[in-house]
Each structure stands twice: as structure tokens, then as C-alpha cells.
């Protein structure tokens, strides 16, 4: 299937076959981008943040009309009682919690509170592996698409978010929810025609997406992620420091994932082949956070943020949402924390302990 961006994307589809990988399904055609638009961008979201999750229960407490929420995780008691206050405001509010994330206490009370006061609640369906999103709209007019879980862990984790007003991201964003709610309640896994040329999506189209940002770098790659995985991703990095562009990646030395050190055999391969790499030490403070961002800029000028990681199960099994953008405010708000992020970061040790990791693991993002 083929995977348009839109005309504004100016995107072309290459004769050139995406290479093969085993467990990954059937190449696709490589999407190759001439260039990125510019999204309107009313804020940059970022953590650690010492005022919580600020900008979610502003949005929720002032909301008119509507209010839909697809989370992983949720835990911040404001939080709930924010969208348990808006549905008493008489707004409409929708939420769509992560079901695999229910069979913990520490997901599942909010859910049940939720419940209580009779709030609209759904676990999410089972069809995809994992309901990773972490996004929300308000009164049709403004969306949220972030990396950001609402759970107690913002003054020192990593993340990113955009709030935007653009009208098409807004509605296609709500599309999908839609989608996905009838998705909970009738056990299935449709996902709505996707048009706009901002969003990525997965299962559907992220892993083409990503690879295809990586591709249009002509002079460096700035990127923080949490997982890796995806080798089709990872080729193409490897295939652009190769090149001479200069790509710098910055993971958690401590993965908070059934293995600790999860993406060590990935980014040492990555470092052979001219990757610049650096992991950022446990444990996390605001100085030396938790790195859970999906990130990618682009020379200084188009970036990715997102639920996405890039690993298999994020691209191509779970349900994700991530934008794909120019905006030079941004960018360069983006460059200056990636910056500090790369100095706080270290090389990967070789003294590693999984023992030293584990100590500092307090439970999955």
C-alpha cells in the first residue's frame, strides 16, 4: 500500500524497494521527501516540568464543548479530577485508556474512578498490541500529539509535545478516536482513511514516515528515543552517517522494559557505522532526565515528535501518533534542550551493571 503525505509534503514514491528484514512483512516502495511543511504550532511541550501536566488540565478545566483523551498511562490524580469536573462542566468527554496497562492497580484505579463518577471510559481494544498514544483535542479546535504519559514522573522524564490549532491535524486526529472507540467496543482494529500530511500513524504508516525524514537530512540528525528495534529505522540512519551527515542519538542507559539494556546491541552496531551515540545515566534527575522522547531533527529545521518509538512493536503493531513537521521556533527550542541533553549524556559504559539498572527501575513508563 502506498502511503501519501499530500501535496503540501511534495512528496515521490521511489522505484527503489525498501530492503527486507525478517519479521517485518513485505517491503514497501521507499517514500522519498522533497521538503516539509510548516505547521502552526501554539506550544512546545516539555518535560521535565515541574508544574506537572499543566498544560493538559488547563486545557481540560477550560474546555467548552468536548473533551477526547487516548492515553497509555494514566496515574495523575489532577488529571483525573480535571476530566471528572469537565464532565460535570457538562463537556463532553471521552476517554480511551490503554487495556494491557489494566491488569496493573496502579492503571486501572484511575480508570475505575473514572467509572465512579460516570465519566465515558474505554479500554482500548485488543487488536492492536499496545494503545501507546498519548494525545488529546479540545472543543474540535485544538490537539494535543505528544510523548507524554500522564503519570507522576514529569520532573524527570523527557518528553516532548506540540499543541496545535490546525484544523486538519485536529480532524483527523479525532477521526481516528472515533474510530477507535467504536474499535473498543466492537473488538476491532480499523483505522480510518488518512490524508493529512502532518501525521503519522501506527500500525499504518509510521515506519515509511520515519524513514523518510531520515532521508531528506542533508546535514545532521539530532535524535532521542527510548527504544529501537526497527531495523529498517535504523538502516537508514546508518545509511545517512555514511553519507557525512552527522547523527547524534541519544538513549536511556537504563530502559525501563522487561531488559535494561534493551538497546544496547542495537546502537553498538549503530556506532560502528559512524553513528554518534550517547546514553543518559540513571538515575534520572531533571539535569540528567529519563530519556522517553521520540524525537528527530533535521537539520535544525524539520522534526518528528511523537508516541512513536522505533522499534517493531511501536511501528508496526501498536496504535501510535506522532507529527512530522517545519517550524522554526521550534527547531530551535528543540536544538538548545537537545544540546543539553547531549552533554549531560555519556558514552555507553563498559562497566554496565544490569543489577545497578534494575535498582533504579521504578516500574514502565
Known amino acids: 500500500m502506498r502511503f501519501l503525505f499530500g501535496t503540501a509534503f511534495a512528496l515521490i514514491l521511489s522505484c527503489t524497494p525498501a530492503p527486507v528484514h525478517k519479521n517485518q512483512g513485505e517491503a514497501k516502495a521507499a517514500l522519498i521527501v522533497s521538503s516539509i511543511p510548516t505547521l502552526q504550532v501554539e506550544k512546545l511541550i516539555v518535560t521535565p516540568d515541574a508544574d506537572g501536566h499543566r498544560d493538559f488540565i488547563t486545557a481540560i478545566l477550560t ?89 507522576k514522573n514529569y520532573k524527570t522524564t523527557r518528553d516532548f509535545g506540540i499543541v496545535t490549532k490546525d484544523a486538519a491535524v485536529v480532524s483527523e486526529v479525532e477521526s481516528v ?31 515509511e514516515k520515519i524513514v523518510a525524514l531520515v532521508g531528506y537530512a542533508k546535514k545532521s540528525i539530532d535524535l532521542e528515543v527510548e527504544n ?14 555514511k553519507k557525512g551527515i552527522q547523527v547524534r542519538v541519544i538513549v ?8 535494561p539494556f534493551h538497546n544496547v546491541k542495537y546502537i553498538q552496531q549503530m556506532e560502528k557505522d559512524k553513528v554518534q551515540v550517547r546514553v543518559m545515566p540513571a538515575p534520572e534527575t531533571e539535569k540528567t532526565p529519563y530519556m522517553h522522547s521520540k524525537m528527530i ?29 517545519s517550524n522554526d521556533k521550534v527547531a530551535k527550542q528543540i536544538s538548545t534542550i537537545y544540546n543539553q541533553d547531549w552533554d549531560a549524556a555519556i558514552p555507553l559504559p563498559e562497566n554496565r551493571s544490569r543489577i545497578q539498572c534494575i535498582k533504579y527501575m521504578k516500574g514502565v513508563l
Open 63 to 151: 474546555a467548552k464543548k468536548s473533551v477526547y483523551l487516548k492515553m497509555f498511562h494514566l496515574t495523575n490524580d489532577d488529571v483525573v479530577e480535571a476530566l471528572i469536573q469537565a464532565h460535570k462542566n457538562g463537556v463532553e468527554v471521552k476517554v480511551i485508556l490503554d487495556s494491557k496497562s489494566m491488569l496493573l492497580s496502579r492503571f486501572s484505579d484511575p480508570y475505575k474512578k473514572l467509572l465512579k463518577h460516570q465519566v465515558p471510559v474505554l479500554k482500548s481494544t485488543s487488536k492492536f498490541s499496545i494503545t501507546h498514544e498519548k494525545s488529546m483535542t479540545v472543543d474540535h479546535s485544538v490537539a494535543l500529539v505528544t510523548a507524554i504519559n500522564l503519570t
Open 177 to 207: 478516536f472515533q474510530a477507535d472507540w467504536q474499535n473498543a467496543i466492537q473488538k476491532k482494529g480499523i483505522t480510518p482513511n488518512l490524508t493529512n500530511p502532518f501525521l503519522i500513524w501506527s500500525p499504518i504508516n509510521s515506519r
Open 228 to 241: 529501537f528495534g526497527d531495523a529498517d529505522i535504523q538502516d537508514a540512519l546508518v545509511l545517512a552517517a
Open 252 to 259: 536511556p542507559l537504563c530502559d525501563k522494559n522487561f531488559n
Open 297 to 325: 531533527l533535521v537539520d535544525g529545521q524539520a522534526m518528528y515528535i511523537g508516541s512513536v518509538n522505533f522499534s517493531n512493536n511501536s511501528t508496526q503493531k501498536a496504535r501510535e501518533l506522532g507529527l512530522i513537521f
